[in-house]
T-cell receptor, first 116, second 116 residues
Framework: AQKVTQAQTEISVVEKEDVTLDCVYE???????LFWYKQPPSGELVFLIR??????QNEISGRYSWNFQKSTSSFNFTITASQVVDSAVYFC?????????????FGTGTRLTIIP | DAEITQSPRHKITETGRQVTLACHQT?????MFWYRQDLGHGLRLIHY???????NKGEVSDGYSVSRSNTEDLPLTLESAASSQTSVYFC???????????????FGPGTRLTVL
């Protein structure tokens, strides 16, 4: 069965510090997809990134970067030079390309607080 | 702009009443999903649909039903509301065909439901 673990329940850092959010997943499929979503205090879920299991290249988007390592089943998310607007709950999610088991499994989320 | 909306945004009801939460998307997406979000559980899938007249049970479907009569709407019905169904409900949609959960899901703003 697929599973996503976000061991960090809450993280607080001072503004401008870098912070890494951990995501570890379990799957028996060779083809799968990983996602990160942001949930700001206003409550909506905002899509950040989608990565398939065949693409292990790290990705950078502005201050955000993602490190995908199949060897450790991890898909970690780093925010560089954090800002107060980064304060949110961040969810990692996994889906398998397995007919009959098509569902998006979420981790329990990491609440990130950026202290001004 | 295309979007996904949910109504009502907040709802208070009594145990035993039937409640229907609306979800409407204007992206012309084939796939639609309902999740509930509870502390400590992240988001869990309730029901999903790959197209008109198609519905499928998710991880926590007991006490809920959906119907899909057109592309734009997937209403979620609580047949007899229970206090355990107090939660925040999110609707989501994604674009393509059968392997729905491998595509990016875009979420509505959520409905906060309280069952007294």
């Amino acid at each position: 069965a697929q599973k996503v673990t976000q061991a960090q329940t809450e993280i607080s850092v001072v503004e401008k510090e870098d912070v890494t959010l951990d995501c570890v997943y379990e799957t028996r499929d060779t083809t799968y997809y990983l996602f990160w979503y942001k949930q700001p205090p206003s409550g909506e879920l905002v899509f950040l990134i989608r990565r398939n299991s065949f693409d292990e290249q790290n990705e950078i988007s502005g201050r955000y970067s993602w490190n995908f390592q199949k060897s450790t089943s991890s898909f970690n998310f780093t925010i560089t030079a954090s800002q107060v607007v980064d304060s949110a709950v961040y969810f990692c999610a996994l889906s398998e390309e397995n007919f009959g088991n098509e569902k998006l499994t979420f981790g329990t989320g990491t609440r990130l607080t950026i202290i001004p | 702009d295309a979007e996904i909306t949910q109504s009502p945004r907040h709802k208070i009801t009594e145990t035993g009443r039937q409640v229907t939460l609306a979800c409407h998307q204007t992206w012309n997406h084939n796939n639609m999903f309902w999740y509930r979000q509870d502390l400590g559980h992240g988001l869990r899938l309730i029901h999903y649909s790959y197209g008109v007249q198609d519905t499928n049970k998710g991880e926590v479907s007991d006490g809920y039903s959906v119907s899909r009569s057109n592309t734009e709407d997937l209403p979620l019905t609580l047949e007899s509301a229970a206090s355990s169904q107090t939660s925040v409900y999110f609707c989501a949609s994604s674009a393509s065909g059968r392997r729905a959960n491998t595509d990016t899901q875009y979420f509505g703003p959520g409905t906060r439901l309280t069952v007294l």
